[in-house]
């Protein structure tokens, strides 16, 4: 089973900044099927980017997606009050497909 | 745009089966590619993948749920299902019914629907 590491735990940002968040994978991640998803509180969550850079529908230009093998990010510039959240990585490139234990953003 | 519902009892006794369904309007069950999934989030923990069932029929679970699971998919209500057997209260989640089309990724998701194991 591919483990997720997220960090930091908790981001604390003003809006208007930029924010950077990390998943590390413990083994290589097969084609480099990497998602990343963002939850509000009673929310299911919702997908941001799939493909480890490919924006999903109707996402805000300012999201966007890096890395390959066992290192992402999830980059976030200029964060709007809506963008407070907690963010989770999920790999679905080998079963069982698992997710990172999430990075909460939230307003400093 | 296809739209996900859950729905099943919210209180399931221990050591009984957890029958959870997910409708699914908009769009039609039986079209091929798409990757019907069940996944949960313990109360103010993280995600967990349960399994999916394929449109071709094939199906793939979580192994630590140690082959209690079964997705099936039911064409004729445009329903895919979850049964979880021998439940316990480590169970006690929020269950989330999902969509992939070809691996691009979970886009359609309900709105979750909280199952609680107790006596």
């Known amino acids: 089973e591919i483990v997720l590491t997220q960090s930091p735990g908790t981001l604390s940002l003003s809006p208007g900044e930029g924010a950077t968040l990390s998943c590390r994978a413990s083994q290589s991640v097969s084609n480099n099927y990497l998602a990343w998803f963002q939850q509000k509180p009673g929310q299911a969550p919702r997908l941001l980017i799939s493909g480890a850079s490919r924006r999903a529908a109707g996402i805000p230009g300012r999201f966007s997606g890096s890395g390959s093998g066992t290192d992402f990010a999830l980059t976030i510039t200029r964060l709007e009050p809506e963008d407070f959240a907690v963010y989770y990585c999920q790999q679905y490139g080998s079963s069982p497909y698992t997710f990172g234990q999430g990075t909460k953003l939230e307003i400093k | ?119």
């Not at chain 2, 009892?9 to 908009?26: D, E, F, M, R, W």
């Not at chain 2, 679970?61 to 480590?90: C, G, H, I, M, W």
């Not at chain 2, 269950?95 to 998701?109: E, H, I, K, Q, S």
Request: proline share 3%.
């Open chain 2, 1 to 119: 745009q296809v739209q996900l519902q859950e729905s099943g009892p919210g209180l399931v006794k221990p050591s009984h089966t957890l029958s959870l369904t997910c409708t699914v309007s908009g769009g039609s069950i039986s079209f091929g590619g798409y990757y019907w999934t069940w996944i949960r989030q313990h109360p103010d923990k993280g995600l967990e993948w349960i399994g999916y069932i394929h449109s071709s029929g094939s199906t793939n679970y979580n192994p630590s749920l140690k082959s209690r699971a079964t997705v099936s998919l039911d064409t004729s209500e445009n329903q895919f299902s979850l049964n979880l057997r021998s439940v316990t209260a480590a169970d006690t989640a929020v269950y989330y019914c999902a969509r992939d089309f070809d691996l691009t990724g979970y886009y359609d998701w309900g709105q979750g629907t909280l199952v609680t194991v107790s006596s």
